[in-house]
């Protein structure tokens, strides 16, 4: 099992463009998450998929939309990146009913310029 | 919403010392609490966590207590090591069947073990 995947590792934009993060996790979770995480501030939640079908907003929504491709797959979607979202981005998935543990995957690492 | 607050930021012990993270919650309905350590590089991973209806939790070199009246938990680590270096994360959580899961995060502390 690779666990929780995400792509790319590392990003460079430019103020307005846009870009998809990919996350697939191969553990048959219902629910995934996606966290930013910046200096002093700990891991703070943007949207969430409770299961496949469902997305809801989290703590810091704005400027991000999100996917729920399949039970796989959860992509968040920057429509036109500022430099405030400059930070390492992180997906989760958590099985849901068994147990309330998340695995996090390795991170994206995103600077807009 | 919920509010978790984690002290200290930084902590730097001789190896074979314990060390101490402790976290507050302001939300009385939150029932699950786990850690996170974040390795430099990688995504956090948990290491233990406890429910309300436990005051104590115990796995090998580390233990979590739980003081629900007071809404704080704490991390201890005893006989440190230099592989335990790294950023450890408190969070906490509404744990019920069909709930979302959602945690909320301390701000991290950041423990150096000196060899």
């Known amino acids: 099992n690779a666990g929780v995947t995400q792509t790319p590792k590392f990003q460079v934009l430019k103020t307005g463009q846009s870009m998809t993060l990919q996350c697939a996790q191969d553990m048959n979770h219902n629910s995934m998450y996606w966290y930013r995480q910046d200096p002093g501030m700990g891991l703070r939640l943007i949207y969430y998929s409770a299961s496949e079908g469902t997305t809801d907003k989290g703590e810091v929504p704005n400027g991000y939309n999100v996917s729920r491709l399949n039970k796989r797959e959860f992509s968040l979607r920057l429509e036109s990146a500022a430099p405030s979202q400059t930070s390492v981005y992180f997906c989760?998935?958590?099985?849901?009913?068994?147990?309330?543990?998340?695995?996090f995957g390795p991170g994206t690492r995103l600077t807009v310029l | 919403g919920e509010n978790v607050e984690q002290h200290p930021s930084t902590l730097s012990v001789q190896e074979g010392d314990s060390a101490v993270i402790k976290c507050t919650y302001s939300d009385s309905a939150s029932n699950y609490f786990p850690w996170y350590k974040q390795e430099l590089g990688k995504g956090p991973q948990l290491i233990i966590d406890i429910r309300s209806n436990v005051g104590e939790k115990k796995d090998q070199r580390i233990a979590v207590t739980l003081n629900k009246t007071a809404k704080h938990f704490s991390l201890h680590i005893t006989e440190t090591q230099p592989e335990d270096s790294a950023v450890y994360f408190c969070a906490a959580s509404m744990s019920a069947a069909g709930n979302t899961g959602k945690l909320i995060f301390g701000q991290g502390t950041t423990l150096q073990v000196k060899p």
């Open positions: 989760a998935s958590r099985v849901a009913e068994a147990t309330d543990t998340q695995y």
